[in-house]
Antibody, heavy 124, light 107 residues
Framework: EVQLLESGGGLVQPGGSLRLSCAASGFTFSSYAMSWVRQAPGRGLEWVSGISGSGGSGGNTYYADSVKGRFTISRDNSKNTLYLQMNSLRAEDTAVYYC??????????????WGQGTLVTVSS | DIQMTQSPSTLSASVGDRVTITCRASQSISSWLAWYQQKPGKAPKLLIYKASSLESGVPSRFSGSGSGTEFSLTISSLQPDDFATYYCQQYNSYPCSFGQGTKLEIK
């Protein structure tokens, strides 16, 4: 059974940093691309970042324009874990952040499994 | 970037009704479209991919159709569990993008 468990959310001041983690199980983690998708309170879904699958620890990375230069996605295939380092946080980054498994090794595909989400609140 | 527009934004219907939600892309995306269902406080769930392929375990009352720029999700006979918000997503090109959502309410 595929499971994705996010952690690391919380309350942070504007300009601060936070690192989200997503522990994956039930599939061959390295063989699939992974993404972060967020949802602001009462709003729709917004793709944030993705990383392709790979045989090593890395992969090609992709970002939405709204987070480029501030967020960094990475993966540790030895730990079956996806990360999102978020710096220079803004109030508009407040959202539930979902970890999502992509259906293939490439980033631009549909998402077949989602985690339960972790809430990030940026406020002073 | 490709923009996705869903209609209607809100749909009121009754158990047993047949309902259709439409999704339009700002440019052709071939059949690279998925549909998701989301209930309050829960993660989205994949229903349909590649415009018309039913995800394993999803009831057959859900169906998808379309190609190019016009797509639809149809629920043949609404069940109480189907009242939720539905999103379309294009994955023809980077960055992938979602529609704004359609909230399906009980009439």
């Amino acid at each position: 059974e595929v499971q994705l468990l996010e952690s690391g959310g919380g309350l942070v001041q504007p300009g601060g940093s936070l690192r989200l983690s997503c522990a994956a199980s039930g599939f061959t983690f390295s063989s699939y691309a992974m993404s972060w998708v967020r949802q602001a309170p009462g709003r729709g879904l917004e793709w944030v970042s993705g990383i392709s699958g790979s045989g090593g620890s890395g992969g090609n990375t992709y970002y939405a324009d709204s987070v480029k230069g501030r967020f960094t996605i990475s993966r540790d295939n030895s730990k079956n874990t996806l990360y999102l380092q978020m710096n220079s946080l803004r109030a508009e980054d407040t959202a539930v952040y979902y970890c999502a498994k992509v259906s293939m090794i490439v980033v631009v595909q549909h998402f077949d499994y989602w985690g339960q989400g972790t809430l990030v609140t940026v406020s002073s | 970037d490709i923009q996705m527009t869903q209609s209607p934004s809100t749909l009121s219907a009754s158990v047993g009704d047949r309902v259709t939600i439409t999704c339009r892309a700002s440019q052709s995306i071939s059949s690279w479209l998925a549909w998701y269902q989301q209930k309050p406080g829960k993660a989205p769930k994949l229903l349909i991919y590649k415009a018309s392929s039913l995800e394993s375990g999803v009831p057959s009352r859900f169906s998808g159709s379309g190609s190019g720029t016009e797509f639809s999700l149809t629920i043949s006979s609404l069940q109480p569990d189907d009242f939720a918000t539905y999103y379309c997503q294009q994955y023809n090109s980077y960055p992938c993008s979602f529609g704004q959502g359609t909230k399906l309410e009980i009439k």
